[in-house]
């Protein structure tokens, strides 16, 4: 597609709900990143794939998160057992470049997820 | 949380004026990278800076990468309205990048 595409747009859960966040990277990108957006704060790092590869989930925040992305393109991240405090938006970004590749990196939209 | 220390945290400006934000650090960083978001929407880089003492423009805005690495700065010039929204400044080395919490600049016609 022509930019990194995130669905849902918004999701609700009630507390307790699992999740699941859809990146459709742009095609043929090769390193994929999850972040993680609260309100009035900037992005923080969540996990990064180099194609199927998920090099680095550090930044992700409890063993309720878990991110895949099986065939090296579209991603999913998933939260289980949803608690309030998982309320933000979760931005995915796309770039060409193996590795981090930041300055051909391009984000989605983003999933505001309300926890409830 | 964040590690870096952008500031000011908002801005209230006229049209036409110029505005300036920057972001500190106790850490190094390889490349400091400058972005702005729209509500709704994802943030969009504006200008990439790769060397210390290193002086980037993009049109009207200006930026650079501080010599002790540790800090940035951007300049708009001569403001208008679609200006607004919210600039996040953002540090990177081996590969981990951390965002500031953003400036949110509001541009009155």
């Known amino acids: 597609g022509a930019g990194v595409s995130q669905s849902p747009r918004y999701k609700v859960a009630k507390r307790g709900q699992d999740v699941a966040l859809r990146c459709d990277p742009i095609s043929g990108h090769v390193s994929l990143f999850w972040y993680q957006q609260a309100l009035g704060q900037g992005p923080e790092f969540l996990t990064y794939f180099q194609n199927e590869a998920q090099l680095d989930k550090s930044g992700l925040p409890s063993d309720r998160f878990f991110a895949e992305r099986p065939e090296g393109s579209v991603s999913t991240l998933k939260i289980q057992r949803t608690q309030q405090e998982d309320s933000a938006v979760y931005l995915c970004a796309s770039s060409l470049a193996p590795g981090r590749g930041w300055t051909e990196a391009f984000f989605g939209q983003g999933t505001r997820l309300t926890v409830v | 949380g964040q590690q870096l220390n952008q500031s000011p945290q908002s801005m209230f400006i006229q049209e036409g004026e110029d505005v300036s934000m920057n972001c500190t650090s106790s850490s190094i960083f390889n490349t ?78």
Do not use: H
């Open chain 2, 32 to 109: 400091w990278l400058w972005y702005k978001q729209d509500p709704g929407e994802g943030p969009v880089l504006l200008i990439a800076l790769y060397k210390a003492g290193e002086l980037t423009s993009n049109g009207r805005l200006t930026a650079q990468f501080g010599i002790t690495r540790k800090d940035s700065f951007l300049n708009i010039s001569a403001s208008i309205p679609s200006d607004v929204g919210i600039y996040f400044c953002a540090g990177l080395f081996k590969g981990d990048m951390r965002f500031g919490a953003g400036t949110r600049l509001t541009v009155k016609p």
